[in-house]
């Protein structure tokens, strides 16, 4: 059988890991909205290196549609003087 002073132990017991858990949970809840901010830092970080990595390859591939379009316009040139020239031959 228990006597008062097991029952007082059993009872000491769960208070002590109650209190345990009181500051686990509130050093969790201190803790916790700097976790989340440390996060939400890094993933806006994340997408500010994301869209400028994707504004430096739409500049790169506006840059290379200019050049290719110059290039074009080179190809269509020659081909009007080989076509004139065909045309005056026959």
Do not use: C, K, N
């Not at 109650?18 to 994340?46: G, K, Y």
Request: charged residues 25%.
């Amino acid at each position: 059988m228990m006597d008062g002073h097991d029952a007082a132990e059993i009872v000491g017991a769960i208070g002590i890991f109650a209190i345990i858990i009181i500051v686990l949970l509130a050093v969790i809840a201190r803790i916790a909205p700097t976790w989340r901010a440390r996060a939400e830092l890094a993933r806006d970080q994340e997408y500010r290196a994301l869209a400028e990595q994707s504004a430096h390859t739409q500049q790169e591939l506006t840059r290379q549609l200019g050049e290719l379009s110059g290039r074009l316009t080179t190809m269509e040139t020659r081909m009007s003087s080989i076509e004139r020239t065909l045309r005056e031959v026959d």
